[in-house]
């Protein structure tokens, strides 16, 4: 069967058996459809004569004309899936996709809650939660102490100077690190642990400070965690907010009030200065204002 004919049954495979949403499917029939251009313009006619020299050439086609390596990924995405589905019908012997990468895409960074919004998913966004004195000690330790995720699930008792207010963090590459955190954090730590203590666990020592749901069940899901800030932040009307989120919030709200990118580079862990500038990218409108307010030239006396 021709590639176009094989495109055809492909979509509608995957717009009625698979159920897939209108919008995937119709992005997957122009890609596929400019796919089987490029093909057909080569001289493939058949879908069995389609090999790895073919689609690489489409996606370095692609390159050159200048598409964006988001849109790339996703043209190759569905001709991957579309590759499996000959193999599937058994146009196809192997899957001559297999190992074909399109071009590196760059990670984008995290939006930064506003501050307004942070202090009111901290104030609002577990309450009448029954575990509410846990999530709310969960996120003041992700926004107020900058931890990853997979650092505050680490954690144990052992690791917390309570008089002090430092945590003794496990990093990337289980490097050590010292982390400062608030009297809020200190206030909600105090209070956990007298809740622990209350159930008959330990408080004290190699046993960690968030532990699973069931008793024995071990230490807190980082997939818990993650559940828990998502639905925490819909609660007030705040979409798109990962742990991630609350981490790159702390860093960016600390280098709008004037910390240094050497204070936030060893409070965060990275190992490079670059990193961290990479990480907190400054805002179009912390430009702006910044330049309205230092700049001589600016105009602002002629405003308002």
Not at 60 to 72: K, N, P, Q, V
Not at 210 to 221: I, Q
Request: net charge positive; hydrophobic share 40%; proline share 2%.
């Amino acid at each position: 069967m021709n590639i176009s004919g094989c495109i055809d049954e492909f979509i509608l495979y995957i717009g009625s058996a698979l159920g897939r949403a209108d919008n995937t499917v119709a992005n997957y029939a122009v890609d596929l459809a400019q796919f089987a251009d490029y093909a057909e313009a080569g001289g493939i006619m058949s879908s069995a004569q389609l090999d790895m020299a073919v689609l690489r050439g489409f996606i370095r086609e692609l390159s050159g004309y200048g598409f964006s390596a988001s849109s790339i990924a996703r043209k190759l995405s569905a001709i991957k899936s579309f590759v499996r589905f000959l193999v599937e019908r058994g146009i196809l012997d192997r899957d001559v996709s297999a190992g074909l990468r399109g071009p590196k895409l760059q990670q984008g960074l995290p939006r930064a809650i506003a501050y307004e919004d942070m202090m009111k998913l901290l104030d609002e966004g577990v309450l009448g939660n029954k575990k509410e004195l846990r999530d709310s000690l969960i996120l003041e330790l992700l926004y107020g102490s900058g931890l990853r995720v997979s650092e505050l699930t680490a954690l144990d008792w052992e690791d917390v100077d309570m008089p002090q207010r430092w945590l003794r963090v496990s990093g990337k590459g289980s490097k050590e690190r010292l982390v400062p955190f608030g009297r809020e954090s200190q206030r909600l730590l105090r209070q956990w642990k007298n809740y622990v203590l209350a159930r008959g666990l330990q408080a004290e020592g190699a046993f960690p400070v968030f532990s699973g749901e069931r008793t024995g069940a071990g230490r807190l899901t980082e997939r818990t965690v993650h559940r828990m800030v998502v639905a925490a932040a819909r609660r007030v009307g705040i979409f798109g907010v990962t742990p991630h989120t609350l981490r790159h919030s702390f860093a960016t709200h600390m280098l709008e009030n004037g910390a240094s990118l050497r204070v936030i580079q060893e409070l965060l862990g990275h190992e490079s200065l670059v990193t961290t500038q990479r990480y907190l990218t400054v805002t179009a409108e912390q430009m702006k204002k910044s330049y309205m307010e230092s700049h001589p030239r600016s105009g602002l006396e002629d405003m308002g």
